[in-house]
């Protein structure tokens, strides 16, 4: 038991960590709340207390983000053009996917200052414009994965026909 208390303290105790403890109860609390409000009667109330938890701890995140843009910028100034990377595609799909990252942020923080009536503008098209480069962000991440999956696919070709393997 006390391992598992470490465990959760380490985790606690990194940006990281919290965020990916806060992000994977979130999406529990709405997966248990929507099943629950499908089975309706007594166990709809609950679901609806599981989806309330889940959109304030994603709230929570959103809030949390307004404090990324700068290790974001200091990530992508230090990636730069990406003149360490052999690999051109690589290159290419990761500078995409830190410019969709660095505009991200800045949409999101408008859509939420929206929301929270610091500023006097409609959210609704902030919040389209974060979620698509969310989108586009996952896509890039995906596709630079497959990319990724291809080159290790060519070394270990390229090596098994230098060793003649099976």
Request: charged letters at 20%; hydrophobic letters at 40%; aromatic letters at 8%.
């Amino acid at each position: 038991m006390d391992n598992a208390v470490q465990v959760l303290v380490n985790v606690l105790e990194t940006y990281r960590g919290r965020d990916r403890l806060v992000r994977t109860l979130c999406y529990g609390c709405q997966m248990v709340g929507g099943l629950l409000i499908q089975k309706g009667d007594q166990k709809a109330e609950i679901g609806k207390s599981f989806l309330e938890i889940s959109s304030q701890l994603s709230h929570c995140r959103t809030v949390l983000r307004l404090f990324d843009d700068l290790s974001m910028f200091a990530y992508s100034k230090q990636y730069g053009l990406g003149a360490q990377e052999e690999d051109h595609a690589m290159r290419c799909l990761s500078i995409l996917t830190n410019v969709a990252d660095q505009l991200y942020y800045p949409c999101e923080h408008i859509a939420w200052a929206a929301d929270a009536q610091v500023i006097h503008t409609k959210s609704d098209k902030w919040w389209l414009y974060s979620t698509a480069l969310w989108g586009i962000s996952l896509l890039l991440g995906i596709l630079r994965s497959l990319r990724v999956l291809v080159l290790l696919n060519r070394k270990m070709n390229d090596h098994c026909k230098n060793k003649q393997c099976g």
